[in-house]
């Protein structure tokens, strides 16, 4: 069933038994968005940073900081972080 503009008021309907119960429950298209953007945004940081500590590692650069590893491929000398540790870490 299809609803015009006037009969919703720019809301989504709440259904019950496969049929329009009326103006009972609303649900504002605002908040449908808020919600389902949330996910996503709490998301976005991790993915960033598993890409991110991706590349360094197959470019040969510390996952901490960045610098690089092809002198002292065991321990960075910028930040000191074992090269060894960090990998057995994070599995694979």
């Given amino acids: 069933m299809v609803l015009s503009q006037n009969y919703t008021n720019g809301r989504v309907p709440i259904v019950h038994e496969e049929r329009i119960m009326g ?42 900081c960045g610098f690089d590893l092809r002198a002292t491929p065991q321990i960075c000398p910028e930040c000191g972080t074992a090269v060894a540790a960090v990998e057995q870490a994070q599995p694979a």
Avoid: D, E, G, M
């Fill in 23 to 64: 103006p009972r429950y609303w649900v504002p298209y605002w908040l449908i968005a808020v919600l389902a953007a949330v996910v996503p945004a709490t998301l976005a940081p991790r993915v960033v940073a598993r890409f991110r500590s991706a590349s360094r590692r197959r470019r040969n650069l510390c996952v901490a």
